[in-house]
C-alpha cells in the first residue's frame, strides 16, 4: 500500500509556474507581485453535506477547487495559488488519481498553481485554500453597494439546485435538462473572467453560493441597504427545465451551489455590463435594484409589483 | 438555535492588526510587506485520528492553531495571518466559543490576525492554513543540508506521544510526568522564535510531527544525504518519564505531535546555537551529523557506536 507521502508525491505534485517553492517542505513559498493585495478564501466540503457519498471523484475536484476560485472571482482576483488538505477514509489510490485528475484540471484552466497540502485519514473532508492577487485596494467586496444601484446576476443560477433534486429522486427532469442541470452542479464554472472585468465597474459582488436571496441579502447587510428583485426578470432556465413550478422557483431564489455572480452596479455602467455580457458571452441580468432600507432586507416583487412570499432565502448549516 | 453566519460574528470576529480586510467577506484581504516572501502552510486535525474526541475543546483550538504555526517556525517565518475551516456535528454553541478561546489565544501569542474562514456540518474535523512572512530568499527548507553538518533538536520530544500513552491507557505515568505529557500533547508551543533565530544559521529545518526519525528523514531525502544520530545524545526527558524503557525510546525517536524542530547546522555554527539556546531558555541539543550516503538513510547508534535497530521511524496516516 502506497504511503501518504508517496500519494502525495505521485498525485499531488507538478510542476509549478509561477512559484518559489510548491509542495514538499513545511511550507510552499510564494512572492506576490509589487503593489498587488493578496485575497485569500477557504470553502470546506464535506461528504454527505456537500456532496453525495458516491459522487465521481473527477468531478469532485474540478468542484472543490472551482468553488474556492468562484470566491476569489467575487473579490476581482486572478486566482494564483491553491493548497488543499484532505481526509480520506482509506487511501484508494484510484480515487485519488481521480481526485487529482480534477483538481489538477481547474488549476490548469484557471492557471493556479497547487502549492501545498495535507493528506490524513478521516470522513471524506476536502478543505482547499485558494490565494489571489488583485491591484492593491481594488478588490471587489460586499459592502461597496450604494443605494439606487441596479443589482445583477450572471448566468442561469437555479440549475444546479435542480440537479441535485434530480439526483435525490425530488423530481424528475427531462433528459436535456438533466444534462444541463447536472453539468451545473458537478462542473461549475468560476466567473474568474468576470470578476476581473467588473473590477472599476461593480460595487458590490458575491458569488451565489448559499442562494440568490441569501448572498444578495449579504451584500445589502454589509452595505447597510434594502433591495427589490422582479421575479419576472431573474433568469428563466431553472423554471423551463422543470414542470415542479415550486421546486424550480425554490432552487431559482434559493438554491445556491451555480457559482454565479451577483453584484451591483450604478445604473450609468449599464451599458458597458451589456457590452461585457457579450464579450464574454455570459448572460448578465439586471434583476432589481437597491435601495434605502432595512439592511439586508430583500423584497421580491411580481410582475404587477407586489410583494411575494419568500419562504426561505438559502442555505444554512446550522440553521 | 444560532445560524452558521452569527455563530461565526460571535466566536470568530475579532479586531484584526495587520490586514486589509478581515472575516466577512468572500475573502480576506492582505498585504504582504515588500521585500516579503510569503510561506503558506495547512495541516488538518481530524477528530479521532489526530486528537482524541472527548478532548478539550479550548485545548483543542489552541493546537489547531499551534501545529499549523509550526511549520511556519520551521521555514523560519514571522505568523501573521490564518484562516480555519471547520466542519462540526452540530452546533453545539459553548463547545465553539471555548475551541475559539483557545484558538484566538494561540493567535494573540504569535500575533497572527484570524481573517476568515468556513464552519460547515460534518465529523469533527478543523483544517486551519496560516501564512507567514519571510525576507525574499531566506526561508529555511528541507533541502538545504551539507554532508559534515551537525543535526540538532529542540526542547525534549517523546513527551506528547507519552501523554496520549496514557490517556490511551497503555503506560500509567506518574502525576509529574502525566503534568509535563499532557501540557506537552494539549498544548505544544510552536518554536516560532527559534525558527526565526536560525535563519542564516541553520541549513535545514523541519518541525516534528510525524516523529523524530521520520522528520530527520524527510530533510536527508531532500539534501539527498543520510546521518547518524546517537542515542544517548539524544534529550532524556520522555525516557526519564515512564518506567516502561521500550514505549518511552518509541515515543522518543518516532513519537510525533511534540511540534519540536529539528535542523541542521555547520559544526563552525555550535557555539552561536549554544548561545541562542541560553537567549531562548529553550534546550537545543546536538545529536548527531548528516553524512554522504544513501538518501534518506537514519542510522541510530548506541554507546557503543553500534547501530541499534529501528522498529518504526515516525507516523504514516496511510501505512
Not at 459522487?55 to 469532485?60: G, S
Not at 468542484?63 to 482509506?90: C, E, F, H, I, T
Not at 429522486?169 to 462542473?187: F, M, P, V, Y
Request: glycine residues 10%; contains cysteine.
Amino acid at each position: 500500500m502506497p504511503s501518504e507521502f508517496e500519494l502525495i508525491a505521485r498525485h499531488f505534485t507538478r510542476p509549478v509556474r509561477h512559484t518559489v517553492l510548491g509542495v514538499g517542505d513545511d511550507g510552499a513559498i510564494v512572492r506576490p507581485a509589487a503593489g498587488m493585495d493578496l485575497v485569500v478564501s477557504t470553502d470546506m466540503l464535506v461528504g454527505g453535506t456537500h456532496f453525495l457519498q458516491d459522487t465521481d471523484p473527477e468531478a469532485l475536484g474540478w468542484k472543490a477547487l472551482a468553488v474556492n476560485l468562484s470566491d476569489l472571482a467575487a473579490m476581482g482576483a486572478q486566482p494564483r495559488w491553491a493548497v488543499v488538505a484532505a481526509a480520506l477514509p482509506a487511501p484508494d489510490e484510484a480515487w485519488i488519481a481521480a481526485f487529482a485528475r480534477g483538481f489538477f484540471a481547474a488549476a490548469d484552466a484557471f492557471d493556479v498553481d497547487v502549492i501545498g497540502g495535507d493528506t490524513t485519514r478521516g470522513p471524506l473532508n476536502l478543505a482547499p485554500t485558494v490565494f489571489g492577487e488583485v491591484p492593491q485596494g481594488q478588490a471587489l467586496t460586499r459592502a461597496g453597494a450604494r443605494a439606487g444601484d441596479e443589482l445583477w446576476v450572471s448566468g442561469a443560477p437555479g440549475r444546479a439546485a435542480l440537479g441535485l433534486a434530480h439526483l435525490q429522486g425530488r423530481t424528475r427532469l427531462d433528459l436535456a435538462a438533466q444534462a444541463d442541470c447536472s453539468a451545473a452542479l458537478l462542473r461549475p464554472q468560476p466567473r474568474v473572467a468576470l470578476g476581473l472585468a467588473l473590477r472599476g465597474l461593480a460595487g458590490a459582488c458575491i458569488d451565489v453560493s448559499d442562494g440568490l436571496l441569501a448572498d444578495i441579502g449579504h451584500i445589502l447587510e454589509r452595505s447597510g441597504l434594502a433591495a427589490e428583485i422582479e421575479f419576472a426578470r431573474l433568469p428563466r432556465a431553472a423554471l423551463d427545465a422543470c414542470a415542479d413550478a415550486e421546486l424550480a422557483r425554490s432552487c431559482l431564489i434559493a438554491g445556491g451551489d451555480d457559482y454565479e455572480l451577483a453584484f451591483t452596479a450604478p445604473p450609468a455602467q449599464h451599458e458597458k455590463i451589456e457590452a461585457l455580457a457579450r464579450k464574454l458571452q455570459l448572460p448578465l441580468t439586471p434583476i432589481g435594484k437597491t435601495l434605502a432600507g432595512a439592511a439586508g432586507q430583500v423584497r421580491l416583487l411580481d410582475a404587477a409589483g407586489q410583494p411575494m412570499p419568500i419562504v426561505h432565502r438559502g442555505y444554512d448549516h446550522f440553521a
